[in-house]
């Protein structure tokens, strides 16, 4: 049993050392986290806890452009530890903090039109970002980070 819970300020340890594992080439994760927790509600921290009360993973929601009534959201990162991957945690901490985020923009009178993802041409989580959010992939980018990157969308989001 997984639940979803808006990350709070002393989760900043447990998300960086997930994210630390998560993406090693990446510094600073504690920083990282910190900074990007802090600009709520701009960007949206959720973390997965199992049944023992762990932290599993987290997952960062960012608003592009602006604050719109209809919002581009960008599914910013996403990490499960490894320990717990491949049990469908992270199916989880897109389709359960989802409906949280909305709520959020619902209090303004706003709601989702898009979702965008980047991840690498390699990563497989391009089949979780499709099955969870229909999110089909739109455009290719070379050498943008440590590799090919691809820029996936997905349209009309309805929850």
């Not at 997965?48 to 604050?67: C, E, H, P, T």
Request: glycine share 4%; with cysteine; hydrophobic share 40%.
């Amino acid at each position: 049993m997984i639940e979803i819970f808006r990350m709070v300020e002393c989760d900043i340890a447990e998300v960086a050392s997930i994210h630390e594992i998560a993406f090693p080439r990446q510094q600073l994760s504690a920083g990282w986290i910190s900074c990007n927790h802090s600009c709520y509600p701009r960007m949206q921290l959720y973390v997965a806890r199992n049944s023992q009360k762990d932290l599993v993973g987290y997952i960062q929601w960012s608003q592009k452009s602006g604050f719109r009534k209809e919002v581009v959201l960008e599914l910013e990162q996403m990490a499960v530890h490894p320990k717990y991957q491949r049990q469908g945690i992270g199916y989880q901490l897109i389709t359960k903090s989802l409906p949280l985020v909305q709520s959020q923009l619902k209090s303004r009178k706003a709601s989702i039109k898009h979702v965008i993802v980047t991840t690498r041409a390699d990563n497989d989580a391009q089949k979780l970002y499709k099955k969870a959010l229909n999110a089909k992939v739109e455009a290719s980018i070379p050498c943008l980070y440590s590799g090919e990157e691809v820029v996936m969308v997905a349209r009309n989001v309805r929850i």
